[in-house]
Nanobody, 127 residues
Framework: QVQLVESGGGSVQAGGSLRLSCAAS????????MAWFRQAPGKEREGVAY???????SYADYVKARFTISHDNAGNTLYLQMNSLKPEDTAMYYC?????????????????????WGQGTQVIVSS
C-alpha cells in the first residue's frame, strides 16, 4: 500500500520561501512518477511540478524559476522548494504518485494520471 505524507506547509509573507516534503512508502522505487499539485478554495486542482525516477522534471508556467522539485537518492522523499512566494500561491499542496506504467510529457501535470495522493499541507502567503 503506497502511502504519501506531506509536511512543511505554513504561513509566510510574500517573497518568502518554504520547503515542502513528501514521505513515500509502500513501493519499490524502480520506476515511478511523482508530482506536486495544489488546490485553492473554489478552484480546481492544478499541477505544479513533476519528477520521475529518471530525473525528468516539468513545471507549470506559473511556478517556473521560483519552485524546484527534487527527491532523495532512494526515491523515498519528494521535495518542493518554493521561493519568491506570491499570495496567489496560497493553496493546499498535495503530493501524488504513479508507480510503473507510462507517463507521456502531456500527462505529467494531469491529476487524473496519478493513483496515489497524500492528505495535503496548507500554504498561506500573505501580502
Amino acid at each position: 500500500q503506497v502511502q504519501l505524507v506531506e509536511s512543511g506547509g505554513g504561513s509566510v509573507q510574500a517573497g518568502g520561501s518554504l520547503r515542502l516534503s513528501c514521505a513515500a512508502s509502500g513501493y519499490t522505487p524502480n520506476s515511478y512518477y511523482m508530482a506536486w499539485f495544489r488546490q485553492a478554495p473554489g478552484k480546481e486542482r492544478e499541477g505544479v511540478a513533476y519528477i520521475d525516477s529518471d530525473g525528468g522534471t516539468s513545471y507549470a508556467d506559473y511556478v517556473k524559476a521560483r519552485f524546484t522539485i527534487s527527491h532523495d537518492n532512494a526515491g523515498n522523499t519528494l521535495y518542493l522548494q518554493m521561493n519568491s512566494l506570491k499570495p496567489e500561491d496560497t493553496a493546499m499542496y498535495y503530493c501524488a504518485a504513479q508507480i510503473g506504467g507510462t507517463m507521456t510529457y502531456e500527462w505529467r501535470l494531469k491529476a487524473y494520471k496519478y493513483n496515489y495522493w497524500g492528505q495535503g499541507t496548507q500554504v498561506i502567503v500573505s501580502s
